[in-house]
């Protein structure tokens, strides 16, 4: 698959929160906090910062996004019928190219995300209870360097 990622466009915020929605909606463990307009108004607000880069595919189909402010990964999506394809990896290393350091939240239970930014050089630094995060959810953080 060919991608191109680019900064996101005020026109992308309905695209990128439908797969905001998707993702969130797809682990039985995790609570439904918002709907999709509200997904849709806070993948506006991320582009309106400069967060946001998505990847299109070579048809123009936004496939996957990542939203980072400076070190900070706020979110990193696929489409649900794109995922395993690399799409996720290449974001990822479109960020890694930007900076010396990553850090970024994921929830204790999403196994398959640790395992994700395990292999992509990402190491534990925090575990929580989940107190302080608006589900409520036990999570991780991850912290990733520039190699030298």
């Given at each position: ?5 680019r900064?996101?466009r ?6 990128i929160?439908?797969i905001l ?9 995790k ?13 506006g ?23 980072r ?10 489409a ?5 394809q ?18 970024l ?28 995060n608006?589900?409520?959810l036990?999570?991780?953080?991850y912290a990733?360097e520039?190699?030298?």
């Amino acid at each position: 698959m060919t991608l191109d990622i680019r900064p996101a466009r005020t026109t992308d915020a309905g695209k990128i929160g439908a797969i905001l929605t998707e993702a969130n909606a797809a682990p039985p463990w995790k609570p439904h906090l918002h709907t999709g307009a509200q997904d849709v108004a806070h993948c506006g607000e991320m582009i309106d910062r400069g967060w946001v880069h998505v990847a299109e595919d070579e048809d123009g189909r936004v496939v996957g996004f990542i939203a980072r402010d400076g070190e900070e990964i706020d979110a990193l999506f696929v489409a649900g019928p794109d995922r395993g394809q690399g799409i996720g990896k290449a974001l990822l290393d479109f960020a890694k190219a930007e900076v010396d350091r990553l850090e970024l939240w994921t929830f204790q239970l999403n196994t398959g995300a640790q395992k994700f930014y395990e292999r992509e050089g990402f190491v534990e630094v925090k575990r929580t209870d989940g107190s302080t995060n608006q589900e409520q959810l036990p999570d991780i953080r991850y912290a990733w360097e520039k190699p030298q």
